[in-house]
Structures are given as C-alpha cells and as structure tokens.
C-alpha cells in the first residue's frame, strides 16, 4: 500500500551534509515508489527559501525554531500538528536532535505511529570540546531514553549503536543503514589526468577528505601527515567551511605542505566521482565519536571501487575490515595515517582489490526506501 510519510530534521537542502544528504536520499527514493512523503524541517540555512516548497516530489514545510548554538538544540517554535496528524508514519531522524524529540513527542501524543533513527548513543565521552564532555554524556542518555519511551520503530544506521542500545539500554533495534544514488554504479569513470589539470594539482598521487571543515572531522590530520610522505603526494579536500578551513590552511603553511594542499570548497556530485576516480584512497582522519554515525562517503568511495582510510572512531571500525577493504588507524595519530597512505599508494593491486571488495557492501537508495516500506507496515500493525 501506498504512504503518507513525514520525515523531520533540523536542517534539509539547501544546507548540505552526511544526515541531510541521507535525509533526502531516503524521502526522494520513497516519493520514487509512489509514497505522499513530506520533510518537517526548520528554517536554519534555508533563508529566503519559501516555507513549503516541492523538491523531487517530497514536499517541504519549514518552520520556525530558536537554535542554542549547535544544530542538534534546534527547537521549533511551531509544530504543523495537521500535517502529522494525517500521517501514516511520522519518521524522526537524529535522537540527540531536540527538532526531532519534538516532533516525535508530538506524533506520540497524536497516537500516531513513529519511527526514530537513533544516533551517535552514548557518543559525548571522546568530544574534544570539554562543556561538551562532561555535559554531554548526561544530555545524550535523557533524550535516548526519552525517545526509547514514545518510539514504536527503533531504528540505526550503525552497528556500534546497535550493541549499545541492547547492551545499555535493553532495546532490540532494526539496522537500516544508508545509502547512495545508483549513478554512483553507472558513471563512466573519470580521467584522474584531466582532473588534475582542472584544478592545478601537480602532484600524482591524491589522497581524497570528503566531509565539512570541522576540528572533529580532523582535516589537520590529514594535513600533519602530509609531511611525513613523498613530494608526489597531495591532500584534496572537498566539502564546506564549518568555521575550520582558514585554521587548516594556516596549518599547511606553518609546517611546509601548503604546495599539497587543495581546497575545492563544495563541488557537484559529478567532480566529485571525478574526484573519487583519481585518488588513491579515500581518508577519513574524523577525531571523535560523534561525527561518524555512518558514513556515507565510504560508501560512494566503495561504490567507485575506491578503498577507504579511516579511524578508528564511531562506526568507522564496524564498516572497515582492516587489510580487506581499507585501513584502520587511530584517531590523532598524522604518522599512523602517513604510513597508510604509503602503503597504498606504492600498492595499486592491493588498493584496487580493497576497492573491489568494499564495492560488495554498497547499498542503493532503492534498496533501503523499500526496505523503510516494509518495516514502516509492521510498525503501524503493531
């Protein structure tokens, strides 16, 4: 049977990352299937956008909310009670998201049937940030437990939070991971020459960070380990400023690497396969828990049959077998990761054959979304 879905997040396009990336993938391949899929957003990065609006058939409607500095303490000032009310399934995502709590605390009291994708469970302990710290474990085992109470379908993307919640919390949840367009199968494979010279990099060998410039992402990492390989080696860096970049490229200066440094900013999906086809590994050096709920750029790297560099943080170890489709390194460790990269780059059988092998594990949107359908039927039996 046919739908009607409402989805909620704090952010949704035009703001661009891992969870809203995953949010849209999700409610657009629903919509494909011939679902009434809705997006309760709020209206932070999406100024001067209309308040509803219809993007690849998933109808938007973004409100009002007070934000607390992070995104995560976004509150919306409004909840369009009608619209969750006509709703076959109400479908949070993030339950450290106080957007989501809400929304979700409100279908509950409508007795409307929801599902809740739980994230990043008990993942404060690491943060680098001290507030954050010591304030944030307490924070994250409220709202899960909060959200465990009014949740009728529990889901993750992460193994690492499967075992918490059945080990802390006594909760038998459903993995449905994420997952990328079927383009990223189908895309002639790009020229890694005519790559470089687009954008100038006169080095051969490229190392790929895709993600936001943020501390926790660790792009500083990457750039520390650049002084300890080859001068035919480069770091490119695709992804938006989140308030780091300026202090990464500083970096590179101080410590005589600027020369292997590319920032490309925010590029469209085609330069980045481009991209992914001309490097030898993807590298993802992210510092803490909380930012690696489930990576869905391993999985477009894998898809381009690329193997991926990562630490061993979040659910990085639960998606990298070490030697088998990537490499494992610890968190903060810029020499660690050098010799990775040496590894693979003076290795191109066993850098293709990690690609090759991690492209096995590589889901699709149309693969998940029907998945989400059937799982969302059992819950609305319940």
Known sequence: MKMRIV??????????????????????????????????????????????ETL??????????????????????????????????V???GHNSLFSIKILKEA????????????????????????????????????????????NLVLVKSIRDLEILKKEYGVTATYLPDAVPDYYFTVKKGDPDGFRARFGIKQEKIFLFIGRMHKLKGPHILVKALKYVDENVAAVFIGPDRGYLKETLNLAERIGVRDKVYMLGFVDEETKIHALDSAV??????????????????????AREKPVIGSNVGEIPYRISHGLNGLLVNPSDPKALAEAMKRLANDK????????????????????ALKSIELYGHAIKQ
């Open 349 to 368: 059988e066993l850098a293709t054959k990690m690609g090759k092998q991690g492209k096995t594990s590589v889901l699709t949107w149309n693969n998940v």
């Open 281 to 302: 590994a993807l590298v993802l050096p992210s510092i803490a828990d909380y930012v690696e709920v489930y990576s869905i750029v391993i999985s477009e790297a894998w």
């Open 108 to 151: 509950f009291k409508l007795g409307v049937k929801n599902v809740c994708y739980f994230m990043a469970v008990n993942a404060f302990k690491d943060h680098p940030n001290l507030f954050i710290k010591f304030l944030g474990p307490y924070y994250g085992r409220r709202n899960t437990r909060r959200a465990l109470k009014m949740t």
């Open 56 to 89: 690849n058939k998933v109808q938007v409607k973004r409100v009002n909310a007070w934000r607390l500095h992070y995104p995560d303490l976004t509150i919306p000032k409004d909840i369009p009670k009608e619209l969750l009310k006509k709703a076959d399934i």
């Open 7 to 52: 989805h909620a997040f704090h952010h949704y396009y035009p703001v661009i990352g891992g969870l809203e990336r995953a949010v849209a993938g999700l409610a657009e391949e629903q919509a494909k299937l011939g679902n009434e899929v809705h997006v309760i957003t709020s209206t932070y990065g999406a100024e001067g956008r209309p308040s509803e």
């Open 91 to 93: 479908h949070v995502h």
